[in-house]
């Protein structure tokens, strides 16, 4: 599960960098801490203040090993111009806690318990609890697809609440829904008009931001064809990166084969991917799940949508590739020049 949100005090190691090493951006100390998001990607850092949580100004940069500046800035999310500019008129009750907790009160700002715990994804467990059985807890694998990819797009999509504000607040997360309850009746995925690039989206519809996997996947003919999160992952933790259920190179040949009614529609996987058996560029997600939504600076996450994004649609719309972004000396024109060499592949298909 993602247990993303740690108490410094009970677990001090989780503090990544050395605080005792000075930086222009970090301008508060171990003891301001109160709690520390993440440990992957990023880390942010927040203080408690009275009954609320509040954004530190600085984030380490997990990968490149480097503090960077933390302020959601004007123009970016939708909520932006509901909040003061500084962290400090920020909580992050209404921002961030409904999803990175179970069952947070907007009255009381209380938890069940910080993270994702059980009730997150199987809803309300009290009568579970009173008589255990499989009709006194929700399942989410034997829910119809859209109800139980709602249990995951609950928190990974970027949206608004259909009632906002709430008791003077705005909240950027669906607040009274619980699995078991309709998602569509308290949460809309954030719009986009195609053809335009936004701080969400690209301008083909392809999130342009992290934490943005659903409004991605509702998109994708996986999607329709019922195929749900738990599919590919599983969220009580596996060996694999992502909780995925297999590595990435063996999960999609679960469903996919050459020549399968699934495809790839060629004897083997290197005659569809052009690449050699073994390299990073004959695996599934290297072509249909490029890394290019980002998730701090430089360091991105996949796309979710398993649409092969075209050189030709990099030259119209801007929505990076994944022939050029592994190619990183090579143009759009050199890859494009590639692509229609390789056959049986369609011709029409390259803009």
Avoid at 5 to 11: A, C, L, Q, S
Avoid at 182 to 203: I, N, P
């Amino acid at each position: 599960m993602a247990n993303v949100v740690t108490d410094p005090h009970v677990r001090p190691d989780v503090i990544i960098p050395d605080l005792s090493k000075p930086d222009p951006a970090v301008t508060f100390a171990r003891d301001d801490i109160a709690f520390v998001y993440g440990t992957k990607w990023k880390q942010r850092y927040f203080t408690k203040v009275g009954d609320d949580y509040f954004p530190l100004g600085a984030q380490w940069d997990i990968t490149n090993k480097v503090w960077r500046p933390y302020l959601v800035a004007p123009n970016t999310d939708w909520w932006v111009p509901f909040y003061p500019a500084q962290n400090s008129g920020r909580p992050t009750g209404p921002l961030c806690d409904g999803c990175h907790s179970v069952n947070y009160d907007i009255k009381t700002k209380k938890v069940t318990e910080w993270n994702v715990g059980c009730e997150k994804c199987h809803g309300p467990g009290s009568l579970h609890v009173q008589r255990r059985t499989a009709a006194t807890i929700v399942n989410p694998a034997k829910l119809d697809y859209v109800h139980a990819n709602d249990v995951c797009i609950q928190c990974h999509s970027q949206g608004q609440p259909l009632k906002n504000p709430i008791e003077g607040r705005y909240y950027d997360w669906p607040t009274g829904f619980h699995v078991g309850l309709d998602l569509k009746d308290f949460w809309r995925l954030e719009d986009h008009k195609l053809g335009e690039t936004t701080f969400t989206h690209f301008a083909d519809g392809t999130a342009h931001k992290n934490r943005m996997q659903g409004n991605d996947f509702v998109q994708s003919l996986m999607y329709t064809r019922g195929i749900t999160c738990f599919s590919c992952h599983d969220v009580h933790g596996t060996q694999n990166n992502a909780d995925l259920i297999k590595p990435p190179a063996n999960l999609c040949l679960t469903c996919h084969g050459p020549n399968s009614p699934n495809g790839p529609h060629a004897p083997t996987v290197e005659a569809h991917t052009h690449h050699r058996a073994g390299s990073p560029g004959n695996e599934c997600v290297s072509c249909h799940m490029p890394r290019i939504e980002q998730e701090i600076a430089n360091v991105n996450v996949r796309s979710h949508t398993f649409r092969f994004i075209t050189p030709g649609m990099t030259e119209r719309d801007k929505v990076p590739n994944a022939c050029t972004g592994c190619h990183t000396d090579r143009t759009n024109e050199w890859a494009t020049a590639e692509l229609k060499q390789w056959t049986p592949h369609s011709p029409w298909r390259l803009d």
